[in-house]
């Protein structure tokens, strides 16, 4: 589409891709692993992902759109369809926004001087500190294993440091596109409970203390997924050529620089929804 910029008494006219067909692929993702640590961007996507309200603040504003918009790139095959506002200019103006009941990202400079509800995530980036993300059913712990195992052979630093991260290595091409399919291929797993919890429910088995204790406290996590809109949206445009074109580049940008795309199917345990996609991209 085409749009027109005036300036002064000139114009000026540009075309803008429609957003399905902009590449994520560009945006550089290794600023987000000098800012955050592992268990740092697991609890925000966990929130992302269960559409919480999430405001994250610093000082140095500049850090707020690239980290904000990565984040959101990494939970691919989902997509956030909810207020994203990586800068706030002031957050004081906005305590009616702010205290209704609807999912949203917000960046700001500092926190407001009245008090956030309880269900606001707030991270605070210059502190270090992350306030209301303990109220957050866990992720499945096997799938967090394999990620965290991965993600350390591709970026130790990111895994290494428990508390920061110090400094990190620009990342090549290829080094960028493995870390965006591992990421990738750990959303689809958690499709993939996705589909058991559905399974199950098919079956009248209610969220009761027995399957909870036979599924472990990932049924609490898988359960509330389940019912966002961000999952029931997925459902609905999963068959649209659009949903998987950003991994299609992934997969080949890793074939360019010989990487071992085989190898792909090994970053996580066995499942026929892994399986189909990649069959399907790889043609």
């Known amino acids: ?10 114009s000026l006219e540009f075309q803008i891709s429609p957003v399905a067909e902009m590449s994520t692929v560009d945006m550089p993702i290794s600023h987000l692993f000098e800012q955050l640590n592992f268990c740092e961007i697991l609890d925000i996507l966990t929130g992302i992902l269960l559409e919480r309200r999430i405001v994250i603040i610093s000082r140095d504003i500049s850090v707020l759109t690239p980290m904000l918009r990565s984040l959101c790139s990494l939970i691919k095959p989902f997509e956030w369809k909810h207020v994203l506002i990586p800068v706030l200019p ?16 917000m960046g700001a400079s500092s926190l407001p ?25 866990p992720l499945p712990r096997n799938l967090v294993d394999h990620l965290r195992r991965w993600l350390k052979m591709l970026v130790p630093q990111l895994v290494d440091h428990a ?53 472990g406290e990932e ?25 998987h074109g950003v ?32 069959i399907v991209l790889e043609k």
């Open 1 to 10: 589409r085409s749009s027109t910029l005036a300036l002064h008494t000139k």
């Open 90 to 105: 002031e957050m004081e103006a906005y305590s009616a926004f702010m205290s209704a009941p609807l999912p949203f990202i």
């Open 113 to 137: 001087l009245y008090t956030l509800g309880p269900d606001v995530l707030v991270f605070n980036y210059d502190e270090r500190v992350r306030s209301g993300f303990d109220s957050l059913p």
């Open 163 to 215: 508390t920061h991260v110090l400094s990190a290595q620009p990342l090549t091409a290829l080094t960028s596109a493995q870390v965006r399919l591992t990421f990738f291929h750990f959303m689809v797993e958690i499709l993939f409970r996705c589909q058991e919890h559905l399974e199950r429910s098919e079956f009248h088995i209610s969220l009761s203390k027995k399957v909870v204790t036979a599924w």
């Open 219 to 243: 049924c609490h996590f898988v359960a509330e997924l389940t019912a966002t809109q961000l999952f029931q949206t997925y459902c609905i445009e999963a068959d649209k050529p659009t949903t």
């Open 247 to 278: 991994v299609k580049e992934f997969l080949g940008i890793v074939r360019d620089n010989n990487g071992l795309i085989p190898s792909v199917k090994s970053f996580f345990c066995k499942s026929r929804m892994l399986d189909e996609t990649l």
